[in-house]
């Protein structure tokens, strides 16, 4: 499937939210308290969301439609971050991930929001007026164990991985925001082997039944 830069920018953007999204429900069930629990998967159902919003905006450039976009593609044809891929299940990095993902996300929907794409503006002013409650959550989180070890090294050996996240005119921004120096980032293109396992796990009902409509 070949994307031109529009699509290419509006996939990039998608999968992050499609996987991350994913990511986060792994929570479901296991989170440290019922609140936690149930957070998580909201949060994780609003990025699956955003995703479908995204997918479906990229799918009339590419002349699909959006499930086949979210689940048809290989894994080697995501365009996500590795950050998003991470399969962590400590609770400490992830809240470490989750931190700097929405700082990140934040930078680059503010820049979004200026494009002159109207569109993709307008569908990102919408985001981000849905994405409030996940930067309270994270922020709320990220105070609280700001001053324990185990967070402190999470965010230094994730923060290549944030950077990556985002173009490399918006990582000052980034760096600003949470009080970190730029270092070279872990960028798009070069998937981690967690994310051919989440692909299996993800698309296994869709692989299940080749055609079928859903």
Known sequence: MRANARARRLLELADDEL??????????????????DVAF????????????????????????????????????????????????????RTIAR??????????????????????????AAKIDRE?????????????????EPRFREAIDELWPYALGVLEPGLRPELARRVGLEPIEAKERGEHTPQLAELWEEMTEVRRSAPGATW
């Open 98 to 123: 989750r931190y700097l993902y929405e700082e990140a996300d934040r930078v680059r929907i503010d820049a979004l929001k200026a494009d002159g794409d109207t569109e993709l503006a307008g569908l």
């Open 19 to 36: 996987i991350v999204g994913w990511r986060d429900s792994e929570w479901t069930g296991i989170a440290p308290t019922l609140e936690e």
């Open 131 to 147: 994405e409030t409650y996940h930067r309270l959550h994270a922020e709320m989180w990220a105070g609280r164990l700001r001053d």
């Open 41 to 92: 998967s909201s949060i994780a159902q609003n990025e699956i969301g955003h995703a479908r919003a995204l997918y479906e905006v990229a799918a009339r450039e590419l002349d699909t439609d959006a499930d086949a976009l979210a689940f048809d593609r290989r894994p080697d044809e995501y365009r996500c971050a590795p950050l998003v891929e991470l399969h962590l299940l400590d609770w400490g």
